[in-house]
Every structure is written in C-alpha cells, then in structure tokens.
C-alpha cells in the first residue's frame, strides 16, 4: 500500500522518538556544551541524508547470516538495556503528578495498550508518538524559561557560559565523530530490526528531508534545559536525570506531567516495538531466553548513564560500520574485520578512553577491508 509524504514522514521519524532522546539529549548538552548539541544536530541531519542513498544497496545484498544474528542480538541487548534504564528513571520520578493528571496518563496508557492489541499502532500510535514527542520537546523548555524569566536564564549563563562555550576541547571532537558513527549504525539497525515492516516501506528524498529538518529542532530544544541546569545551579548525581531535575523545580505541574506523559508513551511504543524484534530473533535462535539477564546486568551497575550505555556500544557499533558499508561476499573476511576491530577498540577502552577506543576499532576494521588485503584472506 503507497504511503503519503506525511506517512512516510511519520515512519521515518518514529525509530528517532525514544525514551533515550528525551533523557540523553540535555545530558550531551550538559556534558559537553554547545559544541556537542551542534555535533549532535549535524550529525543526525547528515545522517538521513546518508542513509537515504545507503538503504538501496541494502536490498541487494544481505550481511552473512552468523553476522546477522550478532548484530541482531547486541541490537536487543542494548535497546532493552536503555529502555529498562529510562523505565527507572521513569519510576522514580512517578510521584510528580497528582491524581487528576495521573489519572490522564493512565488513560493514554491503556488507549496505547489497546491499540497495540488490536493492532491500531501501525498508523496512528505511530503518529501519536511523534505527535507527542514533538509537543513535549517544543512546549516544555518554553515552560521552564517562562518560569524563570529569560532575562534570569542568560544573567546566569553569562558567568557559566564558558565551559559550555568552548570550541577547543579534544574530547568533544571525539565524541561528535563517535555520535556520527552511532547514529548512521543505528540508521541501519532500526531499518534491519525495528521490528515495524512499515519502516522498510520505500520513502521519497522529501520525506527524509523533511524528516531531518523537524527532528533537528529536537536536540536544541531538549539541549536547552542543560543551559538552564547550569544557569542555576543544578548538579545532578547522574547527568541523565538534568532534564527531570530541571523540569521538577520549573516546569510547572503541566510542564512535569506532559514530559513525563511524553516518556511513558515512548516507552510503551518501545517495548512493543523490541517486542516484535525480539520474536523475530527468537525464530531462528530460541534459546535466546537465557541472554535476557545482560541488560539488567547492564542496567543495575551502579552509576551508569544511557550516554554510558550507548558509547559502550559504539565500541561493537564502530567496528561494524565498515563491514556494512563495504564487506562483500566474504565471510572469513567480514568476521575478521569486525572481530579485531571490536577487540582492539575495546582494548583501548580498558586501558584508555572509549571514545578513542571507538575510533581506532572503527579504522581498524575499515583497514582490513581495503581491496589489497584481499590476499590475507582465503577464498570462501
């Protein structure tokens, strides 16, 4: 069935609306300043474009079947893991609202439920959750600076505004190309295992284009509540839990309850979504059950964040990329890359710095996928 601009707009956005967003966002603004958010914002928008023209080869060709059900698995394992992470953020945060509101929210909750069982979300949940999602990320920063006043927010930038400011900082670099990587893999992951068919349904350059236009505004919207953490004052244990912290003391009880609304219904869509992905998996490897405890490992060690979560992942993510973008046909070959690759970046990781773990893994492996080491390989 041909689906319209507007639909095709919806499925590609609909991967990108996720718990992490809403959470990690004001963190990468908090932990890495204006110079991280514009990264941010760079690199997602150059990454529909990239992946628009990379998706066409994907249809010819499949990655080896072994490799596949990795992919697939640290897919799972780490889309539960942040899911399950911003669950209990979720949690205990729950006392925000008041009866009339949670009782709102219960009321979407179960529409949500509903839909999903009878099968309602392939158009409409989807666009709820953008829908949503949009909102939130738009209505909730103009709360909170309508609640402290704008003229308070930048008098108290003005002396905090220098470490956010700096353009000079190695680390930030890494982390920008680092984030490149992540997005463009995941691109291809929410493509290959979103668990939603209708994500692989063809979609026009415009829907991509303005997909990438919309979500843009998204980080610095979301990025901006990190500014206003340091404007005044706010130092959270764990840097995931700024925007919750920021929102609490000035987003009002609307602005709470509609940021939270916005993170139970991206966390609904989620867990269905993961859910199909998961049966998928289960098919062709059902002893699959008995890796369910890594995530929970994952997520109960003490003092990990999503942004640790995530660049942890790059360190697999990283080494993969080239096997996607130029592996052909060879499977010692492809393994090989991606294996030395992943064990080398993670090798820095523990002895130095997973961000530059991250990028030596990644030219490791596009190293040994170059046309003259053909002959380090056999013939398969």
Known sequence: MTQGVGTQIIFVLISWFTPVVFLMVPQIAYDYGVLGILGLVIMQVAS??????????????RVEEGLHRL???????????????????????????????????LLIVVFMLLGFAKNWFVKWIAVGVVVVGMIASFLIPTLV???ISIPTVYSGLHFLATDMLKLDVQQTWLFILVL????????????????????????????????????????ISLGSLSFVAKAQAIWPELTDHVSLQVIEQFGGQFGKSLFLMALVVTIIYEIFRVKRSYSDFHQSYP??????????????????????????????????LPV?????????RMFIAFGLGAAAGIGFALYGDVLTGVLYGTCLSGVLLVPWLKWLYPKT
């Not at 529909?48 to 060709?61: G, P, Q, S, V």
């Not at 890796?291 to 697999?316: E, R, Y």
């Open 48 to 61: 529909f474009y990239l992946f628009f023209f990379w998706r066409t080869r994907l249809a010819a060709r």
């Open 71 to 105: 992919v697939h698995f640290l897919y799972l394992t780490e889309s539960v893991s942040c899911m399950l992470l911003a669950g209990k953020i979720v949690i205990s945060q729950s006392l925000w609202m008041d009866s009339f509101f949670f009782f709102m929210v």
């Open 145 to 147: 600076y309508l609640k």
């Open 180 to 219: 490149g990587i992540s997005i463009l893999v995941h691109h291809y992951l929410f493509y290959m295992y979103g668990g939603v068919s209708q994500i692989r349904t063809p979609k026009s350059f415009l829907s991509y284009l303005l997909a990438s236009v919309l979500f843009a505004f998204v980080p």
């Open 287 to 320: 002893k699959s059950l008995a890796l369910l405890p890594i995530p929970l490992a994952i997520v109960f060690t003490s003092h990990v964040t999503l942004l640790d979560v995530v660049t942890s992942f790059c360190l697999l993510w990283g080494p993969l």
């Open 324 to 332: 996607l973008l130029w592996a052909k046909g060879s499977r010692t």
